[in-house]
């Protein structure tokens, strides 16, 4: 089993942050090799943050604080083999973002690349069939690979270039940031090791047949659920055996510091867009904006630019799989509480003993026992607002979306969907909705076709 209590010592972790209320935290991964632990070189990398600067109301610019820490959660919870990489990419992500040739490459390979910018859609046939708000997609899905991962790829692996590291390893639950790795290490030159669950293999063939054609090695993860937390797990044993030669790109915004903040930072590109369009469009901001929550990297790089917009209601949608059961979901926010896993403290489904919950969703990519920080702390400011939705009802929004507007979702973006159709009845038609359309859905047609009993192939 990979899974152990916070019995062992946490590097980074100053005992007055855990706080009295929280239970022996989960840790996600463990190896097979033991883990050594150095507070005092932890420390003197990532200071800890003080409790006044923890408790005031920062400006979304100052986060997270050197330490990585959005208020509470974040942070540096990691071995100390893969510190120095730690500490190596940080400085690296810092001077590249204030290099002009460094962001005149990333614009332009987005551009010819990526496919950038994407369009706002107006969706004016589920509009008129709603009766309620004016409903537009952000088309993520119209990015080259399929998704909004593609962003965050090309932004590490012009970094990974930059450090002089050939070998690059990532994770991918539904397959989309595998295929987007897989991709920009093509077009690089860059040795692509990709790690999956065997459960996840199996329900996005597709997505696992493109990472080859591009040249990855596609590694089957079958422990534990043989999903997105194992496939983490292996590539963090991966990184910790190579990480002289090897770049791991995580592919959402959680981990420890600083990959929510440059997760986060690459997918900004989003909201940007998102926000010149609408005014644009509309001639002014949206009442509401809408986004699915794995780990978060979709929603956080949409909701950045309006932040500070207190008009603008912001909404994550997790997965609520088949109830909030124990073991039948992946809503963090529904039952979750404190704890660290995979290298960050932030909300986790975990049980008392601190042991990490089995979890489900129809969609691989939200099917994830954590959620990013950054998430944790504007829903702990109330400034982003949590839902969830179930199987059933993503199943037959997808079929709605198809049906309606002739867009074939991913299942992760359907989630969203199913808030946008309840909400946009609810609110009146001079009101205006935006969701993210994260990613499209031609990875999950079959697995739809069979859990609805339906016929996938032409006769």
């Known amino acids: ?57 920062l400006s979304r610019f100052s986060l997270p604080d050197t330490s990585g820490y959005f208020g509470p959660y974040g942070g540096v919870f990691v071995p100390e083999t893969v510190i120095t990489a730690l500490q190596e990419l940080t400085e690296a992500y810092h001077a590249a973002r204030s290099d002009a040739a460094y962001l005149e ?20 046939r589920l509009t008129e069939e709603l009766g309620g708000a004016r409903i537009y997609f952000k088309r993520e899905d119209l990015l080259h690979t399929g998704a909004h991962k593609i962003n965050n790829a090309i932004g590490q692996a012009l970094l ?39 459960v996840d293999m199996e329900r996005q063939a597709l997505n696992v047949y493109r990472m080859r054609l591009c040249g990855a090695e596609v590694r089957r993860v079958d422990a534990g659920q043989k999903t997105l937390k194992e496939a983490i797990n292996e590539a963090m044993r991966d990184w ?60 956080i790089g949409f909701f950045f630019e309006f932040l500070d917009d207190e008009a603008v209601r912001l909404v994550g949608v997790e997965a609520g799989g088949r109830g909030i059961v124990p073991g039948g979901h992946a809503a963090r926010f529904e039952g979750g509480r404190l704890g660290v896993l995979q290298g960050c403290k932030t909300f986790i489904l975990q049980n008392e003993d601190g042991q990490i919950e089995l979890t489900h969703s129809v969609s691989a990519g939200l099917d994830y026992a954590a959620i990013g920080p950054e998430h944790a702390y504007y829903r702990d400011r109330k400034r ?23 867009i074939i979702p991913a299942l992760e973006s359907t989630h969203a969907f199913v808030h946008v159709m309840k909400r946009a009845r609810e609110m009146s038609s001079d009101q205006v909705i935006v969701m993210n359309m994260s990613g499209r859905g031609d990875k999950d047609v079959q697995q739809v076709a069979a859990l609805l009993g339906e016929e996938a192939e032409t006769r």
């Open 1 to 57: 089993m990979c899974e152990i209590s916070s019995a062992i010592p946490l590097a980074g972790i100053p005992p007055a942050r855990l706080g009295t209320a929280v239970k022996p935290l989960g840790i996600g991964w463990c190896l097979s090799l033991p883990f050594s632990f150095a507070f005092d070189r932890v420390k003197s990398r990532f200071t800890s943050m003080s409790t006044d600067a923890q408790d005031s109301v």
């Open 105 to 124: 490459e990333l614009r332009l390979h987005l551009k010819e690349f990526a496919g950038r910018p994407t369009e706002l859609y107006f969706a004016s």
């Open 160 to 198: 990974a270039r930059r450090m002089g590291k050939k070998r690059i390893i990532a994770e991918t639950g539904a397959g989309q940031h595998g295929v987007a790795t897989a991709a920009v290490c093509a077009k690089f030159g860059l040795e692509c090791v990709i790690y999956m669950g065997a």
């Open 240 to 299: 910790v055996t190579n990480v002289r030669s090897t770049h791991y790109i995580l592919g959402s915004a959680l981990g420890s510091h600083p990959y929510p903040m440059m997760v986060r930072d690459f997918h900004r590109v989003i909201g940007r867009e998102t926000r010149e369009q609408i005014l644009e469009r509309e001639g002014r901001l949206p009442d509401e904006l809408v986004a699915c929550v794995g780990g978060g990297s979709n929603a």
């Open 384 to 406: 982003i607002d949590f839902t969830y939705a179930t199987d059933d009802e993503v199943l037959k929004a997808f079929k709605i979306c198809c049906r309606t507007e002739g």
